[in-house]
């Protein structure tokens, strides 16, 4: 059974950082592209960026050169690192593989960027 679980998110001020965790089990990140993906309120989930079975990286524009996702093996964990965040980023973020599979969707970690 797979289960993907979700971490750090928080209240963050216009401007900081925040680094996601996506914790897996059940599955090896490493062998799959995996990919973080975003639901605002009122608005349909949407693709933030996705990290190859390489180690590549791909993103919204939206989020391109604020947003880092990275992978560590060992911990079979992918990150989310983002900057310069924007009251736009506020969402429940979500991993999940790049397939999007329904069945392993997690509960999401909030992000909320509010002065």
């Known amino acids: 059974q797979v289960q993907l679980v979700e971490s750090g998110g928080g209240l963050v001020q216009p401007g900081g950082p925040l680094r996601l965790s996506c914790a897996a089990s059940g599955i090896i990140l490493s062998i799959n592209t995996m990919g973080w993906y975003r639901q605002a309120p009122g608005k349909e989930r949407e693709l933030v960026g996705t990290?190859?079975?390489?180690?590549?990286?791909n993103y919204a524009d939206s989020v391109k050169g604020r947003f880092t996702i990275s992978r560590n093996n060992a911990k079979n964990t992918v990150y989310l690192q983002m900057n310069n965040l924007k009251p736009e980023d506020t969402a429940v973020y979500y991993c999940?593989?790049?397939?999007?599979?329904?069945?392993?969707w997690g509960q999401g970690t909030q992000v909320t960027v509010s002065a």
């Open positions: 990290i190859s079975s390489g180690g590549s990286s």
């Open positions: 999940n593989t790049f397939r999007a599979r329904p069945a392993y």
